[in-house]
């Protein structure tokens, strides 16, 4: 069975860094793109950052400029450098990804993490 982990959340001050990262672990023959999004309390979860399996990066505007979305191929994993960070950034950071698991004979899906939080204090 597929899983993806996050980690790296925590609590921050306004204008520091974290680093956050996702492994997915599993029956993966390939992993297509892969992707962060965010939800903060009370609001719907709205993409950050995606990633292509070749390595072409697209950002939310709020973001870009900030954050740094890179994956590792071999290690099934991708990481999100967050710099600069504002209170606005406070929210439930989940990775996820479209890949084909082999355990459900080869069907492309997308797959979510637990999620990680990310707190930026002012």
């Known amino acids: 069975q597929v899983q993806l982990v996050e980690s790296g959340g925590g609590l921050v001050q306004a204008g520091g860094s974290l680093s956050l990262s996702c492994a997915a672990s599993g029956s993966i023959f390939s992993i297509y793109d892969m992707a962060w999004h965010r939800q903060a309390p009370g609001k719907q979860r709205r993409l950050v950052a995606t990633?292509?399996?070749?390595?072409?990066?697209n950002y939310a505007d709020s973001v870009k400029g900030r954050f740094t979305i890179s994956r590792d191929n071999a290690k099934n994993t991708v990481y999100l450098q967050m710099n600069s960070l504002e209170p606005e950034d406070t929210a439930v950071y989940y990775c996820?990804?479209?890949?084909?698991?082999?355990?459900?004979?080869?069907?492309?899906?997308?797959?979510w993490g637990q999620g990680t939080q990310v707190t930026v204090s002012s």
């Open positions: 996820n990804a479209n890949l084909v698991d082999l355990a459900r004979g080869g069907v492309r899906a997308v797959y």
């Open positions: 990633i292509t399996s070749g390595g072409t990066t």
